[in-house]
T-cell receptor, first 112, second 113 residues
Framework: DQQVKQNSPSLSVQEGRISILNCDYT??????FLWYKKYPAEGPTFLIS?????DKNEDGRFTVFLNKSAKHLSLHIVPSQPGDSAVYFC???????????FGKGTSLLVTP | ETGVTQSPTHLIKTRGQQVTLRCSSQ?????VSWYQQALGQGPQFIFQ???????GRGNFPPRFSGLQFPNYSSELNVNALELDDSALYLC????????????FGPGTRLTVT
């Protein structure tokens, strides 16, 4: 059963605009959330994370928002750049801290 | 700082055979996790190793087994290969057990024919 869901398989955004990638989860035991970026023929690269005690975390152009009551998180990329074109995975973990549960990913295309 | 490395890059095996995949963790990291990524799916957790012991396991059968060595490198062994085992196998290391952030290697693409 998929506990982490990314319902948009793909997203296309113009360079300079905001990209918003969404993620929903079902397991209320998840207390830590991460976003990874993956280019073809490479492993996932860690981008940004957020603990369940926070509702926002920023790192440069990347901001993650967490809405625990809705079991929803989103990744905002502002401004989007062509080099951001990749597959983005949302992942979640419970306080056991060992298994990351991944969504199926959203393929982001940033066009010039 | 050396990142996570995996070998080989690609591998083709026949159904019923056995395979060993290798991973070197990022320097300073003592915990290694393995994931299977099928086409069009997100990575699925296989197991994690810490201090040469299995620390947790996902929903994979016993024919998936692993090892961790004193230098924190790791192996994933799969026996009696099935066609559905064809996937990208990803190794990830983390600073210590209980650290949420995991850093991934480039993966090994396994094809079972």
């Amino acid at each position: 059963d998929q506990q982490v869901k990314q319902n948009s398989p793909s997203l296309s955004v113009q360079e300079g605009r905001i990209s918003i990638l969404n993620c929903d989860y079902t397991n209320s035991m998840f207390d830590y959330f991460l976003w990874y970026k993956k280019y073809p023929a490479e492993g996932p690269t860690f981008l940004i994370s957020i603990s369940s005690i926070k509702d926002k975390n920023e790192d440069g152009r990347f901001t993650v928002f967490l809405n625990k009551s809705a079991k929803h998180l989103s990744l905002h990329i502002v401004p989007s750049q062509p080099g951001d074109s990749a597959v983005y995975f949302c992942a979640a973990s419970s306080n056991s801290g060992y298994a990351l549960n991944f969504g199926k990913g959203t393929s982001l295309l940033v066009t010039p | 700082e050396t990142g996570v490395t995996q070998s080989p890059t690609h591998l083709i095996k026949t159904r019923g055979q056995q395979v060993t995949l290798r991973c070197s963790s990022q320097s300073g990291h003592n915990t290694v996790s393995w994931y299977q990524q099928a086409l069009g799916q997100g990575p699925q957790f296989i197991f994690q190793y810490y201090r040469e012991e299995e620390n947790g396991r996902g929903n994979f059968p016993p024919r998936f087994s692993g090892l961790q060595f004193p230098n924190y490198s790791s192996e994933l062994n799969v026996n009696a290969l099935e066609l559905d085992d064809s996937a990208l196998y990803l190794c990830a290391s983390s600073f210590s057990v209980g650290t949420y952030e995991q850093y991934f290697g480039p993966g090994t693409r396994l094809t079972v024919t």
